[in-house]
Each structure stands twice: as structure tokens, then as C-alpha cells.
């Protein structure tokens, strides 16, 4: 045991909240049960009458919150350095560091023990282990975080990892609301049924002992729907709200950023391993336009574009071309440069020029993955230029990629 003091005060609150349990029960409340069968071949079958704690507690956790024991067991937390990360757990619009240790830390502690109990009729060992559980956890030599947002508008068949710890997945029946029993009023319509509302985006770091603060998820994986999006060309949205967690505990609910959570129109597609492969390799490039304005603009002009209808959207993608690959010479130039890109041929080129003119969405994405993948916006318009004089070959960087997605 790291900390006695800490102990004794969790355990007060956890006897505390089972005292006020038992007092709900006796006046009426009901603790629901589930009836189970365990069954195996050639012996009989058994029966199981399982009490569902987690939702009895989690009903009232808002009414013990003003309880004694409770502020002083939260007191104690926040004099913990290692329970620092928790007390930035994302618990409602404005940061209150007591509630979230209480939401993150206190609660899952209560149902642990509470099932541990079988109910509310307290015992010394289900608390010793859930305790032990939680030293583990806040002592230990680092913390597995992780957060996953329901994923739509592509389906897939086995896991996909997209690089640094994201991966598409498919979603496991009830994974979210049995460690968020809020979750199911913010899923997306119709998610767990449609073939294209089955698959989760997930992000899982390792963060070292001491740290006290957990990745950007958010902008993390709004970063990855853009590269599905520019991949695969589908209507691909997460959210709306992705859920994190803290060494398996909930850790909190927070929006995703809007422009990835709201999804575009168009018609769903399969993430195929090479397409995928393409996602894997412009999601760490998005992280160019942090540097480069001009990047950054063309890509949320395309992105914005795929919300919008005409004549707005042609103005938008004709902005996102010459953002991309104008230089400041125009429309015009941009389209030679991106013909010159995307063109293996003179007819190809020639024919781009065209279509360049008025581009669609497609074809700036095409340009947009060619420019993402060369990774050197600068250099590659140097080359783009010395091209179109004759002075050097095409720049052939992403081309293979870009003709086959």
C-alpha cells in the first residue's frame, strides 16, 4: 500500500455511499438484476441472478457529490501529484478539477467495489482489490490511455492502423455504453446497424509516469477523417462526441471538432488495404500545414467544399487551387501546375488544363494527395515550373499512389 492515508479516506467514502445505497433500497428503490445462464456440455446447467450496480450508482452519484466524505476524499486526491492527469479528466463544458476526480477516479472506484460486493453489502476484500486496482493505476510506472469515436461513412473488414496509435476498427456490440452508459443517446443514427455505421476510430498512447496531460484526441482524429477523406474519397464522419479513457477507467466525453463529426453527402465505401495504405501515409503530412497557411487553406477550403453546393463550391475549390499551387500567379497558373502534376502524358495534360478550370472536388483531392505526398510544397512548385520549361522531368512523388485511389 503507497498511501494508508488515502485509503482510509477512500474507504469512508466508499462505506458512506454504500450507507446511502442501502437507505434508497430500503425505501423502495430498486437494484435491477440480470439473469444469466452458464451452461457447458455434459454438466448442468446453472443460473446466475447478477445485480446491475453500475447503473444504480451512476443514477445517484450527482446527489452524493455534496456529501462530507466525499469533499474530503476529493481533498485528498488533489493533495496526490499522481492524480494530477484525472483532475483534468474532461467532465462537463467548464473544467471543475474536483468533479473530475470525482467522476474519473471516486465513481469508477465505488462500482468497482460495489461489484465486486455482488450489491451493497460491504466487503473488506472487494474494496482492498478495487484500491489496489486504483494505486496501480495512479502509482504505476505510466498510464494507457485511450479514446474512440464511432466512425461513419466507410465500412471495413479487419483492423486498420492508420500510425501513431490510430486504427479503424470494427465496433464490438456494446463496447461503448458498458463503460459509458450515457453513450448510447450520442451515437449517430442508425450506428450498429447500417453496413457503413459498424466501425470505430480509436487512438490508444502510452503516457509516462507523472504526465498530467493526455494527447489532443480531437485534433488528432480530425486529422485522420481528413486523410480518409482525401484516401477515399467517401462521406467518412467521426462523433459526434468521442469517449476516453484512463487505464480502462472513463476519463471523460468530449465534441469532436466539428468539420470532422458532420458528414459530408456521397455514397459509403470499404477502407481496401491500399487505400488505407494512402490514409496511413497523409495523415502524419497533414501535420505540414501547421507551417505552410497556404497548405492549410487549400485543405479547408476542399473539406468545406464538400458541405457546399454550387456556385459557392466552385469558388471554394477554385480558392483551394490556387492556394495549393497558384504561388500568387492565379487560377491559371495553379491549373498548369496541377496538370503537370497529375498528367503522365501530353494528352493528359492537356485535358487537365481543361478541367482545371473549373476543377471539381475529385480532382483538387487527386492534386491535394499529389502535393501531400511530395511532402515539400516550395520545392515541388520549383519543380512544377522547371517542368513546364522543359528543364526537367515531371516530378513523379505520389503519382502511382494518386492515379490508383
Request: hydrophobic share 45%; charged share 25%.
Amino acid at each position: 500500500m503507497r498511501s494508508p492515508h488515502l485509503y482510509d479516506t477512500l474507504r469512508r467514502f466508499c462505506l458512506g455511499a454504500f450507507a446511502a445505497f442501502h437507505r434508497d433500497l430500503d425505501s423502495g428503490a430498486d437494484l435491477p438484476f440480470s439473469f444469466e445462464e452458464h451452461g457447458s456440455y455434459g454438466r448442468p446447467t446453472l443460473y446466475e441472478y447478477r445485480p446491475l450496480v453500475r447503473g444504480f450508482v451512476e443514477a445517484r452519484v450527482d446527489r452524493l457529490y455534496t456529501r462530507d466524505d466525499v469533499l474530503s476524499a476529493v481533498a485528498d486526491l488533489q493533495r496526490e501529484p499522481a492524480a494530477r492527469i484525472f483532475a483534468r479528466a474532461h467532465e462537463g463544458v467548464t473544467h471543475d478539477e474536483s468533479r473530475a476526480l470525482y467522476r474519473s477516479v471516486l465513481v469508477p472506484l465505488l462500482v468497482r467495489t460495489a461489484e465486486g460486493c455482488g450489491g451493497f453489502d460491504w466487503d473488506d476484500q472487494a474494496f482492498d482489490r478495487a484500491y489496489a486496482e486504483l494505486e496501480e493505476s495512479l502509482f504505476g510506472d505510466g498510464h494507457a490511455y485511450g479514446a474512440v469515436a464511432p466512425l461513419v461513412g466507410i465500412s471495413c473488414g479487419a483492423s486498420i492502423d492508420l500510425g501513431g496509435g490510430i486504427r479503424v476498427r470494427a465496433a464490438a456490440t456494446g463496447e461503448l455504453a458498458a463503460m459509458w452508459p450515457e453513450a448510447t443517446g450520442l451515437l449517430p443514427r442508425d450506428f450498429g446497424r447500417d453496413t457503413d455505421r459498424l466501425c470505430v476510430i480509436e487512438l490508444e498512447r502510452s503516457l509516462d509516469r507523472g504526465a498530467d496531460e493526455v494527447p489532443d484526441a480531437p485534433g488528432e482524429l480530425a486529422d485522420a477523417v481528413t486523410a480518409l477523406r482525401l484516401a477515399t474519397a467517401a462521406p467518412v464522419a467521426a462523433g459526434p462526441v468521442l469517449f476516453e479513457r484512463l487505464d480502462w477507467r472513463p476519463y471523460g466525453i468530449r465534441p469532436v471538432l466539428p468539420i470532422a463529426a458532420t458528414a459530408p453527402p456521397g455514397e459509403p465505401t470499404r477502407l481496401d488495404p491500399f487505400r488505407a495504405s494512402v490514409a496511413v501515409q497523409l495523415r502524419p503530412k497533414l501535420a505540414l500545414a501547421d507551417d505552410d497557411a497556404s497548405l492549410g487553406d487549400a485543405l479547408d477550403r476542399w473539406e468545406l467544399a464538400l458541405f457546399q453546393d454550387d456556385p459557392f463550391r466552385g469558388e471554394q475549390l477554385r480558392q483551394a487551387l490556387a492556394a495549393a499551387l497558384g504561388d500568387g500567379d492565379g487560377t491559371w497558373a495553379a491549373g498548369m501546375r496541377g496538370a503537370s502534376l497529375l498528367g503522365e502524358t501530353a494528352q493528359e495534360r492537356a485535358d487537365l488544363v481543361d478541367r482545371f478550370r473549373e476543377p471539381s472536388l475529385d480532382l483538387v483531392r487527386r492534386m491535394l494527395v499529389a502535393v501531400l505526398l511530395h511532402g515539400n510544397r516550395a520545392k515541388l512548385l520549383r519543380e512544377l515550373d522547371q517542368s513546364l520549361l522543359g528543364l526537367r522531368a515531371k516530378p513523379a512523388a505520389g503519382v502511382a499512389e494518386l492515379r490508383a485511389s
